[in-house]
């Protein structure tokens, strides 16, 4: 890898503010504040601006410029998976003309989509809540995860793909089980709203950041703090 840019994907009429691949690596996503989706194909050592579903690249309408929403695509890397301003899930099959399929469950805008092994995905919404999904054949619903007092800001997945950690705005940060939707462990530490999560690749150690620029290192297995930092300035990513 150099760091050199390879291929300029155009097409988008504003910013552009997610990305995402495809599990196989084959199709890049993208969504902009032009309230579109766009699909890309790879090709060998480039990102070719030919389309899915050629000549014309693919786009769905339905978002609300400047609200964030969840995007990903789940581990068939057939299906596109995006959250709409009514707070349903739009599951969008890359490869055909039928429009997305609504699903509902969550009562507020959902936040984060992360996929999951065998075609499931986990939503977290600012309802508290996150509910996991089987997006087969037919779409079942597995669980639906409660706990938070205030609005889930964001999930993370472990590495494993065995626990997803969410972050709220009642200042705590949560660990459930993706087997069952069981919560394992609640970690309390935070003055303000945890808005931020990292783990590490190892998959042991998590990082957290609140409205208050406090950084916080956890250790997952042990639920217990490790270290504190406070920045400068309120951060946007971590």
Same mark, same amino acid.
């Given at each position: ?29 993208? &969504?902009?504040?032009? &309230? ?35 995007? /990903? ?29 609504s699903i509902?469950?969550h009562s507020?805008v959902i /936040? ?11 939503? %977290? ?25 205030? &609005? ?14 969410? %972050? ?18 609640? #970690?309390?530490?935070?003055?303000? %709203?945890?808005?931020? #999560?990292?783990? /590490? ?29 406070? &920045? ?7």
């Open positions: 890898a150099t760091g050199n840019n390879t291929q300029l994907l155009e097409g988008h009429t504003a910013p552009v503010w997610c990305v995402c691949l495809s599990p196989d690596g084959h199709l890049v996503c993208t &969504a902009a504040d032009d &309230a579109t989706l766009r699909v890309w194909r790879r090709t060998p050592g480039v990102i070719d601006d030919v389309c899915v579903t050629s000549p014309a690249t693919r786009w769905v309408y339905g978002y609300n410029p400047g609200r964030r929403a969840g995007v /990903c695509v789940t581990s068939d890397s057939r299906k596109l998976v995006f959250s709409s301003f009514d707070h349903s899930l739009q599951v969008w099959d890359i490869f055909s003309d039928e429009r997305p399929v509902l469950g507020d /936040c984060r989509i992360s996929p999951l092994p065998c075609n499931r995905v986990v939503s %977290a919404s600012y309802d508290g809540s996150l509910m996991l999904w089987r997006l087969d054949a037919e779409v079942i619903y597995e669980a639906h995860m409660r706990g938070h007092s205030g &609005a889930v800001r964001t999930c993370e997945v472990t590495p494993d793909h065995r626990f997803v950690v969410s %972050a709220s705005s009642d200042r705590t940060i949560r660990i459930w089980d993706l087997s069952d939707g069981s919560l394992l462990r609640t #970690l309390t530490g935070h003055s303000a %709203a945890v808005n931020l #999560l990292s783990i /590490c690749p190892r998959g042991d150690l998590l990082v957290s950041v609140a409205d208050d620029s406090e950084i916080i290192v956890w250790s997952i297995s042990r639920g217990q703090s490790l270290c504190r930092l406070q &920045a400068d300035t309120q951060l946007t990513s971590c």
